[in-house]
């Protein structure tokens, strides 16, 4: 069964460093996702992209987040000068179409010393 | 605001019992709703998905849907040890808009 990749499963970066976190959606699908979970929180929304372009975002994502999606496959999240806040398993998925299921990929724990 | 909400938990269950969990959602025009299972430091796993009022069966999982009380919940039949972990209600408020996550509720089933 098709799946959603995301690499590395484990980011250990120094605050105020420049990451960037990847995902490989499901091939067929048009719609794309960025979630982050903090430990013991709800899983919250960051990011929607779609047809080249983001379609909505959430206040947690500020002017330090960016998403791309460089060729067909690749989506990436960019956090251009990471905080200890933004330590979290971060969440991609992506779905076919309006109103069907996300499917999510394994997540990124990204830690921020 | 559009919420989601749910016990937290921890509901215990013996073995072979029926496990019931329960959600609410805020925004009445919400048209998608899903149940996700998550094990502890892992991603959500779709059990679920439902967009009409009434019971939807798949194996031991039933969901069920009443739009006009804003509630869904989730049956799961003959609970087995491995269904321990924590399940996160989700609403689609609108067509294209993302999944808002209620913060889940842990199932504990007890051998």
């Known amino acids: 069964e098709p799946e959603v990749t995301q690499t590395p499963s484990h980011q250990v970066t120094q605050m105020g460093q420049e990451v960037i976190l990847r995902c490989v959606p499901i091939?067929?699908?048009?719609?794309f996702y960025w979630y982050r979970q903090i430990l013991g929180q709800k899983v919250e929304f960051l990011v929607s992209f779609y047809n080249n372009e983001i379609s909505e975002k959430s206040e947690i994502f500020d002017d330090q987040f960016s998403v791309e999606r460089p060729d067909g496959s690749n989506f990436t999240l960019k956090i251009r000068s990471t905080k200890l806040e933004d330590s979290a398993m971060y969440f991609c998925?992506?779905?076919?179409?309006?109103?069907?299921?996300?499917?999510f990929g394994d997540g990124t724990r990204l830690s921020i010393l | 605001q559009k919420e989601v909400e749910q016990n937290s938990g921890p509901l215990s269950v013996p073995e072979g019992a029926i496990a019931s969990l329960n959600c609410t959602y805020s925004d009445r025009g919400s048209q998608s709703f899903f149940w996700y299972r998550q094990y502890s430091g892992k991603s959500p796993e779709l059990i679920m998905s439902?967009?009409?009022?009434g019971d939807k069966e798949d194996g031991r999982f039933t969901a069920q849907l009443n739009k006009a009380s804003q509630y869904v919940s989730l049956l799961i039949r003959d609970s087995q040890p491995s269904d321990s972990a924590t399940y996160l209600c989700?609403?689609?408020?609108?067509?294209?808009?993302?999944?808002?996550f209620g913060k889940g509720t842990r199932l504990s089933v007890i051998a």
């Open positions: 439902i967009y009409s009022n």
């Open positions: 091939s067929n699908h048009l719609y």
């Open positions: 998925a992506s779905r076919p179409e309006a109103a069907q299921p996300q499917h």
């Open positions: 989700a609403v689609v408020p609108s067509g294209n808009t993302p999944l808002v």
